[in-house]
Nanobody, 123 residues
Framework: RLDLVESGGGSVEAGGSLTLSCAAS????????LAWFRRAPGKERVGVAV???????MYAESMKGRVTVSRDNVKKILYLQINDLQAEDSAVYYC?????????????????WGQGTQVTVAS
């Protein structure tokens, strides 16, 4: 398992951008699939982006065109850039890691989670 710590959240005006980071500690970081999820107030946690150990990427349909996920296997940091933020993007954003060859939205397969970082978009 990895220890994950998110940062980069905050308050932003609608139409603005943010880059979230997720710093990891642990071994064999390169072998993990990594993902971003988010939980809006009163809603379930849902997937935003996944980047596999082979750098395959998938995005939630609702976020396509506005988000970019990337990873730095040397620094052990996962990133999520979100552009054109809207009020409905306000949520706690979590990073997660799945050991093994998973490339999935299935949250049950992610065995490492960060504590989350709050993003608030003012309309």
């Amino acid at each position: 398992r990895l220890d994950l710590v998110e940062s980069g959240g905050g308050s932003v005006e609608a139409g603005g951008s943010l880059t979230l980071s997720c710093a990891a500690s642990g071994s064999e970081y390169y072998g993990y699939s990594l993902a971003w999820f988010r939980r809006a107030p009163g809603k379930e946690r849902v997937g935003v982006a996944v980047i596999g150990s082979d750098l395959s990427i998938m995005y939630a349909e609702s976020m396509k065109g506005r988000v970019t996920v990337s990873r730095d296997n040397v620094k052990k940091i996962l990133y999520l850039q979100i552009n054109d933020l809207q009020a409905e993007d306000s949520a706690v954003y979590y990073c997660a890691a799945a050991s093994g060859l998973y490339f999935t939205w299935n949250q049950g397969l992610y065995d490492s989670w960060g504590q989350g970082t709050q993003v608030t978009v003012a309309s």
